[in-house]
């Protein structure tokens, strides 16, 4: 009995830095049943050379503009023949040659719809492997890294990913799953190397905060987090100048607000 087809989908652009790293942890997988999907969106730094350079271990490869990240996943999805789709974006590595040999054995006994596991994190000051947060917490935020999530295709491609936000489209997707009663299984596996120093959400750590919070119907927290911070702030500020300032001037200024409100 041939093994499950696992698709594996990259997108990139202008990623000749890291896209090479990624590409050869894929195609050195022990797993036999991969199908590799790349979808460049029209890179012009040298990306598109390297993929030429492992096409014939890519199974389909395109490189043509896109209207972003998440559209561009779209297009993979499109393409994809697999039953299960793993998105391992440029920067993102497997954890090791073995890991989809490992993740197969629960994709091929599971009901479930969305499998996931472990993530190392790569930072500028080292590795750190980090389990998910409990399901429960995707009420409120990513639970899991996408890296090392599998979805079953089929689901997918009824699915796909909205464009609406920029970085949190891939947070939209499994939020409405959770809501909608799709089944999720946790597996303990470290699946995937996340690069935090190139990856976007870790750039746009407070965008992806305040889309998180429009699709979940948390912004009213969201904006009175703000609004806290703001009030802590110039507090803080006011305290500190009141600390430096000599104390006559000070004494002046509070003589000058309260002749103000009169």
Known sequence: MEP????????????????ETTILSVINQTYSNIEYIIIDGGSTDGTVDIIKKYSNKIS?????????IYD?????????TGEWINFMNAG????????????????KNTSAEIVYGDVNHIC????????????????????????????NTKLMKQEKFSTKFKIANDYNFFYKQFIANKSFLYIPICIANYDTIYGISA????????????INGDIKIFKWKIQYTISFILFSLRKLIRTILP????????????????
């Open 92 to 107: 993102d590595t497997f954890h090791n040659p073995d890991t989809l040999s490992a993740v197969s054995e629960y994709l």
């Open 247 to 262: 104390s006559n001037i000070v004494l002046k200024i509070k003589r000058y607000q309260n002749t103000k409100n009169i």
């Open 72 to 80: 561009a996943m779209n297009k993979g999805i499109n393409k994809a």
């Open 124 to 151: 500028e000051w080292g590795e750190k492997k980090c389990k998910p947060l409990p399901l429960h917490c995707i009420k409120h935020q990513m639970a899991f890294s996408h890296q090392s999530c599998f979805t």
């Open 60 to 68: 389909y490869w395109i490189s043509e503009p896109d209207k972003g």
């Open 203 to 214: 750039k746009q750590h407070f965008l992806a905060i305040k889309e998180n919070a429009y």
């Open 4 to 19: 499950i087809k696992i698709s594996v989908i990259t997108v990139a652009f202008n990623a000749s830095r890291y896209i």
